[in-house]
T-cell receptor
């Protein structure tokens, strides 16, 4: 079964800083998901990626299939980026069930 | 952008009562899911639903839980007799072709509080 680990658990930054959140997984499943959870609890899908890099605005997600590692980067961080960022992957090859990391709580101060 | 809509956003219920959590998935999506997150814990899978039947369920999804797509647009999660430990945020999600190819869209969640 896949295991998903994230680091760090908590992250504080000053506005404008470059942020990196890491995710590693144990089984090389086809796709990894990055999600954002707002303080109110709602979840938004940010990226699904299976290779290389994806960019959306100030968010960049990369994945290294060989190392089973993915990173989420935020450039020019802003207080509105404060949220919990979660990575998730399929539990195994024969299921669509996602398993989730514990999340990284990011706080960006002005 | 199309959304998955969940209602209510917050529900408080007495222990032992039945609750129904409602979700309206994106209209051309075929795969539907419920996940939950107990406060301070990871998001965990409950059940997946495709072609009007459960395709997979977790150990959490016991006989107290059921899902239904009663009218082709709503997707509901029923808890027959709530327990204190059912207090959690419940998320509905949908996908067009299955999340391995197309990814999920999540709803904003229903916070269930059992007292």
């Amino acid at each position: 079964k896949n295991e998903v680990e994230q680091s760090p658990q908590n992250l504080t930054a000053q506005e404008g800083e470059f942020i990196t959140i890491n995710c590693s997984y144990s089984v090389g499943i086809s796709a990894l998901h990055w999600l954002q959870q707002h303080p109110g609890g709602g979840i938004v899908s940010l990226f699904m990626l299976s290779s290389g890099k994806k960019k959306h605005g100030r968010l960049i997600a990369t994945i290294n299939i060989q190392e089973k590692h993915s990173s989420l980067h935020i450039t020019a961080s802003h207080p509105r980026d404060s949220a919990v960022y979660i990575c998730a992957s399929r539990e195994s090859y024969n299921t669509d069930k996602l398993i989730f990391g514990t999340g990284t709580r990011l706080q960006v101060f002005p | 952008e199309p959304e998955v809509t969940q209602t209510p956003s917050h529900q408080v219920t007495q222990m032992g009562q039945e609750v129904i959590l409602r979700c309206v998935p994106i209209s051309n999506h075929l795969y539907f899911y419920w996940y939950r997150q107990i406060l301070g814990q990871k998001v965990e899978f409950l059940v997946s639903f495709y072609n009007n039947e459960i395709s997979e369920k977790s150990e959490i999804f016991d006989d107290q839980f059921s899902v239904e797509r009663p009218d082709g647009s709503n997707f509901t999660l029923k808890i027959r007799s709530t327990k204190l430990e059912d207090s959690a945020m419940y998320f509905c999600a949908s996908s067009r072709t299955g999340p391995t190819n197309y990814g999920y869209t999540f709803g904003s969640g229903t916070r269930l509080t059992v007292v």
